[in-house]
T-cell receptor, first 112, second 115 residues
Framework: GQQLNQSPQSMFIQEGEDVSMNCTSS?????WLWYKQDPGEGPVLLIA?????ELTSNGRLTAQFGITRKDSFLNISASIPSDVGIYFC????????????FGTGTRLTIIP | DTGVSQNPRHKITKRGQNVTFRCDPI?????LYWYRQTLGQGPEFLTY????????KSRLLSDRFSAERPKGSFSTLEIQRTEQGDSAMYLC?????????????FGSGTQLSVL
């Protein structure tokens, strides 16, 4: 099935560093969602974006809905050990239809 | 709000056997989704319900797969004559449709291993 392009695929950072990742699509989306997934668990919703240009924060996390509607960005400031995991972007074109298309994921590892 | 609940968490079966998974959505949510996730990939849409009506099925959902939501509350996903390629994490999600800003909340998944 179709998937979004998400980069980077993996990141190795030290605790306290800031993190940036992005997601691009070949088609326009009207909703972007960012999830975090731990091994053996389901994805946990972090941030939801509904308008082009929207910038939304959730604690140390900030996400933006790209103006072109074909991309989205997630930033994590001052990373801590519990930020380790896989981050997925997901988007949908149809308002009110959450048949989401997911990115390929960014695996975040914190180096001691 | 106890979240989306899925059972069992893990299922090991032999090829050719039938398996059934259950999902209990967040109580007030009217939409329920099934996704499948293989190792190293993001989840892929399988099917979804609005109340008891199954509104869409992905081409990924072969004839061996069937999903039901008989009373518009919990849902079951059955796989008949399992194949090794069916091994994956099966995720259920629910949402409250009609708010204009819907969000999907996922359960912890059922990890299926077909031997």
């Amino acid at each position: 099935g179709q998937q979004l392009n998400q980069s980077p695929q993996s990141m190795f950072i030290q605790e306290g560093e800031d993190v940036s990742m992005n997601c691009t699509s070949s088609s326009i989306f009207n909703t972007w969602l960012w999830y975090k997934q731990d091994p053996g668990e389901g994805p946990v919703l972090l941030i939801a974006l509904y308008k082009a240009g929207e910038l939304t924060s959730n604690g140390r996390l900030t996400a933006q809905f790209g103006i072109t509607r074909k991309d989205s960005f997630l930033n994590i400031s001052a990373s801590i050990p519990s930020d380790v995991g896989i981050y997925f972007c997901a988007g949908t074109f149809n308002f009110g239809n959450e048949k989401l298309t997911f990115g390929t994921g960014t695996r975040l590892t914190i180096i001691p | 709000d106890t979240g989306v609940s899925q059972n069992p968490r893990h299922k090991i079966t032999k090829r050719g056997q039938n398996v059934t998974f259950r999902c209990d959505p967040i109580s007030e949510h009217n939409r329920l989704y099934w996704y499948r996730q293989t190792l190293g990939q993001g989840p892929e849409f399988l099917t979804y319900f609005q109340n008891e009506a199954q509104l869409e099925k992905s081409r990924l959902l072969s004839d061996r797969f069937s999903a039901e939501r008989p009373k518009g509350s919990f849902s079951t996903l059955e796989i008949q004559r399992t194949e090794q390629g069916d091994s994956a994490m099966y995720l259920c999600a629910s949402s409250l449709y009609g708010t204009g800003e819907e969000k999907l909340f996922f359960g912890s998944g059922t990890q299926l291993s077909v031997l």
